[in-house]
């Protein structure tokens, strides 16, 4: 019996390793606003964000991702850090080149490397624990707020869909009305319905087909 037992624990354990750990936009705990979605008001109530430079940043959208962003700000190195502090878009920790990581403000070359070094991530735990060898728990939250992993379309639960950025209740339905999907081309034709193309293409970041 207790060979069964012990049997029966292995199994259940295989199982749980080999399920795939959800991944997810990481949590936004200091009101930091999506470039692709502030007001002009939310823009200028930013550090160093005049009328000008809101009305730029909102002419250059949408931004497939923060290098395109940060060639539309006109400010030192400096200051764009602290821009970016409240304003910028969730990288792809599994993607992200080094000159994109290196905008998540006060992540620096060491960061970088450790960004790269632990790829591919299959979810924000594994982030959160391979990260917290080098920098205290904070921290570990405070860079969260700038990355995320790309959630499985068909698969994902509620509460990981509404992590995207922007995404409200209705579209949740939306998201989960037409699965199971079979190509990202089917996800930009039925959420293409709701949305404009423009949409589309923001929320398609976040999301993946197996």
């Known amino acids: 019996m207790k060979r069964v037992l012990t049997s029966i ?7 749980g390793l080999t399920q795939p750990v959800s991944a997810q936009v990481g949590k936004n705990n200091s009101g930091i606003i999506d470039p692709n ?8 109530a930013l550090p160093l964000v005049d009328a000008a430079l809101a ?16 060639r539309v700000i006109p400010l030192n190195a400096q200051q764009k850090m602290e821009v970016y502090r409240k304003l910028f878009m969730p990288i792809n920790l599994n993607t992200a080149s080094r000159p994109e990581i290196l905008l ?9 490397r450790e960004f790269a070094e632990y790829r ?3 979810g924000l735990p594994r982030f959160r624990r391979e990260i917290g060898k080098y920098v205290d728990a904070a921290e570990v939250a405070r860079l969260e707020q700038y990355v995320f992993l790309p959630i499985d379309l068909n ?20 998201f989960k009305e037409y699965r199971p999907y079979r ?11 709701y949305v404009s193309k423009d949409e589309v293409a923001r929320l398609e970041r976040y999301v993946f087909i197996k």
């Open 55 to 70: 009305d730029a940043i909102i002419k250059g959208r949408p931004y497939a991702d923060m290098l395109e962003l940060d």
């Open 104 to 112: 998540v403000p006060g992540a620096g070359t060491r960061m970088a």
């Open 120 to 122: 591919p991530y299959d």
């Open 9 to 15: 624990a292995a199994m259940v354990l295989l199982a």
């Open 155 to 174: 698969t994902a639960s509620d509460a990981d869909i509404l992590t995207i950025p922007g995404l409200g209740s209705r579209m949740l339905h939306e």
């Open 37 to 44: 979605l502030a007001t002009k008001e939310q823009l200028m």
């Open 183 to 193: 190509s990202i081309e089917q996800f930009r034709r039925e959420i293409g319905k």
